[in-house]
């Protein structure tokens, strides 16, 4: 059953990057990117990947969605014309995923127990997280610890995606452009506002639940700090943006998202300060355990800050930039 409907997933995946390569208006584009990753969140999902469907959902199908329909507001309805190289472009992609799917033959099948991966890196995390960590989702304790440098990486890529953000839409805006901070967003539609008043407080307590449950069950703080921002800017779509920044201001999202950014870098200071080494958690307390889990909490904590100051931050200021006449 879980292949046959894994099948149909495949099926309106394909379906729907055909339509998304074929249509020429942007706006159906963007409803159709946001279908897709819809789709692929659902498929991580029947992968036992709840992890990655969750981030698929908040990032991919909401709050990516809402970016690219601010960016859409400062530009053209439809997509421009190519006239040249448009022949050389069908052939790096026909090259490109030849080469893609050629790849695939060497991987092995899905769930094999004989594959590499199963033979010796999973196993070894299987039997010593519940030693060296003791909690039992294995996920967080590679993201967090075992492969902590990586997600440190990640962590300064996300503040460097903001800054550069401000830097592109930060320049002065054309003269005689229309931009209304006090806009009302959708205050006087009743139905929007009903449903969206209902759903803010719940995405948020599902955002902190995520958080803070991330050692226990599917979570950390990547998808806490989206499902946060998601809850921000749906109170800034039915409120406005005016009193979504009254609410969070400016200098609280850019403190979100240096802030996180640096506690998870001292956290790894204070373990070589205390005799470790760099993000080797197990000295912050007198228990290793005991050590890990309040390491791997206050990295997620800067992780969840980071991601959702840098969300928020790229939201205002796409919706700041004066819309296209």
Same mark, same amino acid.
């Given at each position: ?30 409803? =159709?990117?946001?279908? !897709?990753?819809? /789709? ?6 029947? =992968? ?42 069908? @052939? ?35 039997? +010593?997280?519940?030693?060296?960590? *003791?909690?039992? +989702? ?11 440098? *990586?997600?440190?990486?990640? @962590?300064?890529?996300? !503040? ?19 931009? *209304? ?20 407080? !719940? ?16 979570? %950390? ?9 998601? $809850? ?22 850019? %403190? /979100?998202?240096? %802030? ?7 956290? %790894? ?7 470790? +080494? ?5 000295? /912050?307390?007198? *228990? ?15 992780? $969840? ?21």
């Amino acid at each position: 059953m879980i292949i046959i409907f894994a099948l149909f997933l495949l099926s309106l995946l394909v379906i729907t990057a055909l339509a998304i390569v074929r249509t020429k208006n942007l706006f159906v584009a963007v409803m =159709l990117t946001s279908i !897709f990753s819809l /789709l692929m969140a659902a498929n991580f999902f029947i =992968l036992d990947a709840a992890d990655v469907a969750l981030t698929e959902a908040a990032v991919g199908a909401g709050i990516t969605t809402v970016i690219f329909l601010s960016a859409l507001a400062l530009t053209v309805e439809r997509e421009k014309k190519v006239r040249s190289g448009r022949r050389l472009a069908m @052939v790096v992609v026909a090259i490109l995923a030849t080469i893609m799917i050629y790849a695939t033959f060497d991987k092995p099948r899905l769930g094999d127990p004989e594959a590499p991966v199963h033979q010796h890196l999973a196993p070894w995390y299987l039997e +010593n997280t519940p030693v060296l960590m *003791d909690f039992p +989702n294995v996920v967080t304790a590679v993201l967090g610890s075992f492969r902590g440098y *990586d997600t440190l990486g990640e @962590v300064f890529v996300v !503040f460097a995606a903001s800054i550069g953000v401000l830097f592109i839409l930060g320049v002065k805006p054309p003269e005689g452009s229309s931009y *209304d901070p006090e806009a009302s967003g959708l205050r006087h539609h009743l139905i929007p506002q009903v449903v969206g008043r209902l759903l803010i407080p !719940f995405i948020v307590l599902f955002g902190l639940y995520v958080q803070f449950h991330g050692e226990y069950g599917p979570g %950390g703080g990547f998808q806490a700090g989206a499902l946060i921002a998601s $809850g921000v800017i749906l109170y800034a779509l039915l409120e406005g943006e005016a009193a979504a920044l009254r609410a969070v201001p400016q200098s609280v999202l850019m %403190g /979100l998202v240096i %802030g996180g950014a640096c506690l998870y870098g001292a956290v %790894g200071i204070v373990c070589v300060l205390l005799g470790g +080494n760099f993000l080797e958690y197990s000295v /912050l307390a007198s *228990d290793p355990a005991k050590g890990q889990q309040l390491g791997i909490l206050l990295i997620e904590a800067g992780v $969840g800050m980071a991601v959702c100051g840098a969300l928020l931050t790229i939201f205002h200021a796409f919706a700041a930039r004066p819309m296209r006449s």
